[in-house]
């Protein structure tokens, strides 16, 4: 494994990297331990070799960019999604030629489709998970953490190529490219910069419209102090304590101490504020309070949702036959979809984007005549 923070050795490094046929990549951020979190190390794996890279001491990575973007050469990353965003905003990054082990062995019908799975399953490894939140923006880096950070992309050209090869043997290697072809056109974008983020904390749409404003304000609140710092949200406080605090509206700071999750820290730093807080929200008009989410489309239209359960009946039986997890065959989102068009003709499918090519071609004459029916 070789650790490279200094430009020549990347310089030199990437010269390799340019001439090989294929390269393993992967990422670590410090999202668990900031708000602004970045780009701590870009792993990579080709010819045998390990190369860590250190983005934290002020590497020109330009150089990486054309090898990202060569449709020549191959890469290969495990669950994808997240290092591309993240590639994508803080250099600019953009990649073509890509390989996801974790979506192959998603559309392999593997029950486990994490890399510490897949390289017990393939390679028999056991693979040290106490690393897993690690503070990837630490320096120096201790051994331990450097050796997990390259285990991450050590076996994945050999991985890729296995999966590949029970793919072809399936005829579903050509479903494969159609995945990480659309892998490839992600690009970072800013999430939760709406007003409306708040919504998103699982449970508070259970929640009376009091209670709702409540977790707004909470919600704008806690962002607020993990940007002054510098902290991830759930460590300033966590979502249950906030649909807690939310349920109880407490208005004294024995009250607030009773709820879970909130800690003497709290109580020090930022008891007061809550209870400001909490105390505004009790004092609030009813034309003050925010309307509760509205039900979704086929929780209001009972025929819609029937049609849903139909689509969803011929989706099942065919993940069944092909033994695929059935949320990758077809989204409820595309069964939605389909339920709302009602099409015709299986031609009608391609106006839903989300829907792949290989979907259509396995259910589209199904879904076609159960919209029918």
């Given at each position: 494994?070789?650790?490279?923070?200094?430009?020549?050795?990347?310089?030199?490094?990437?010269?390799?990297?340019?001439?090989?046929?294929?390269?393993a990549i992967d990422t670590e951020?410090?999202?668990?331990?900031?708000?602004?979190?970045?780009?701590?190390?870009?792993?990579?794996?080709?010819?045998?070799?390990?190369?860590?890279?250190?983005?934290?001491?002020?590497?020109?990575?330009?150089?990486?960019?054309?090898?990202?973007?060569?449709?020549?050469?191959?890469?290969?990353?495990?669950?994808?999604?997240?290092?591309?965003?993240?590639?994508?905003?803080?250099?600019?990054?953009?990649?073509?030629?890509?390989?996801?082990?974790?979506?192959?062995?998603?559309?392999?019908?593997?029950?486990?489709?994490?890399?510490?799975?897949?390289?017990?399953?393939?390679?028999?490894?056991?693979?040290?998970?106490?690393?897993?939140?690690?503070?990837?923006?630490?320096?120096?880096?201790?051994?331990?953490?450097?050796?997990?950070?390259?285990?991450?992309?050590?076996?994945?050209?050999?991985?890729?190529?296995?999966?590949?090869?029970?793919?072809?043997?399936?005829?579903?290697?050509?479903?494969?490219?159609?995945?990480?072809?659309?892998?490839?056109?992600?690009?970072?974008?800013?999430?939760?910069?709406?007003?409306?983020?708040?919504?998103?904390?699982?449970g508070s749409g259970r929640l009376?419209r009091r209670p709702l404003a409540?977790?707004?304000?909470?919600?704008?609140?806690?962002?607020?102090?993990?940007?002054?710092?510098?902290?991830?949200?759930?460590?300033?406080?966590?979502?249950?304590?906030?649909?807690?605090?939310?349920?109880?509206?407490?208005?004294?700071?024995?009250?607030?101490?009773?709820?879970?999750?909130?800690?003497?820290?709290?109580?020090?730093?930022?008891?007061?504020?809550?209870?400001?807080?909490?105390?505004?929200?009790?004092?609030?008009?009813?034309?003050?309070?925010?309307?509760?989410?509205?039900?979704?489309?086929?929780?209001?239209?009972?025929?819609?949702?029937?049609?849903?359960?139909?689509?969803?009946?011929?989706?099942?039986?065919?993940?069944?036959?092909?033994?695929?997890?059935?949320?990758?065959?077809?989204?409820?989102?595309?069964?939605?979809?389909?339920?709302?068009?009602?099409?015709?003709?299986?031609?009608?499918?391609?106006?839903?984007?989300?829907?792949?090519?290989?979907?259509?071609?396995?259910?589209?004459?199904?879904?076609?005549?159960?919209?029918?029916?």
């Amino acid at each position: 494994m070789k650790w490279i923070a200094a430009q020549q050795s990347l310089d030199e490094a990437l010269a390799g990297v340019k001439a090989a046929p294929v390269v393993a990549i992967d990422t670590e951020a410090d999202s668990l331990h900031s708000y602004f979190d970045k780009v701590c190390l870009i792993q990579m794996s080709v010819d045998g070799e390990d190369l860590i890279l250190d983005p934290l001491a002020k590497l020109d990575l330009r150089g990486l960019g054309p090898v990202l973007a060569d449709p020549s050469v191959r890469k290969i990353f495990h669950g994808a999604d997240y290092d591309l965003r993240i590639l994508n905003r803080d250099f600019d990054f953009e990649v073509r030629n890509l390989v996801d082990t974790m979506v192959s062995a998603q559309l392999l019908g593997y029950e486990a489709v994490g890399l510490a799975a897949l390289l017990k399953r393939h390679f028999g490894l056991e693979l040290d998970k106490t690393h897993q939140r690690a503070d990837w923006s630490r320096r120096p880096l201790p051994a331990a953490l450097l050796e997990y950070a390259a285990t991450d992309t050590r076996h994945l050209i050999e991985l890729a190529s296995r999966l590949e090869q029970e793919l072809r043997a399936l005829g579903r290697w050509e479903w494969a490219l159609e995945e990480f072809s659309r892998l490839e056109a992600i690009r970072f974008a800013p999430s939760d910069t709406d007003s409306e983020s708040w919504r998103r904390i699982k449970g508070s749409g259970r929640l009376e419209r009091r209670p709702l404003a409540a977790v707004q304000r909470l919600h704008a609140w806690r962002d607020g102090i993990a940007r002054e710092l510098d902290r991830p949200p759930f460590k300033v406080l966590n979502n249950e304590s906030i649909l807690a605090i939310a349920a109880a509206l407490p208005r004294t700071t024995d009250a607030l101490r009773q709820i879970k999750g909130i800690s003497a820290w709290h109580l020090r730093n930022w008891g007061s504020e809550l209870l400001a807080i909490t105390g505004e929200v009790a004092e609030l008009r009813e034309e003050e309070l925010p309307e509760k989410t509205p039900a979704k489309p086929w929780q209001r239209d009972k025929s819609l949702e029937r049609r849903i359960d139909k689509l969803k009946a011929v989706r099942d039986r065919f993940a069944a036959e092909l033994h695929i997890d059935a949320s990758i065959l077809a989204p409820r989102h595309i069964l939605t979809a389909v339920a709302e068009m009602r099409p015709a003709a299986a031609a009608e499918l391609e106006a839903i984007p989300a829907m792949r090519r290989w979907q259509r071609e396995l259910l589209a004459t199904e879904l076609v005549r159960v919209s029918a029916s």
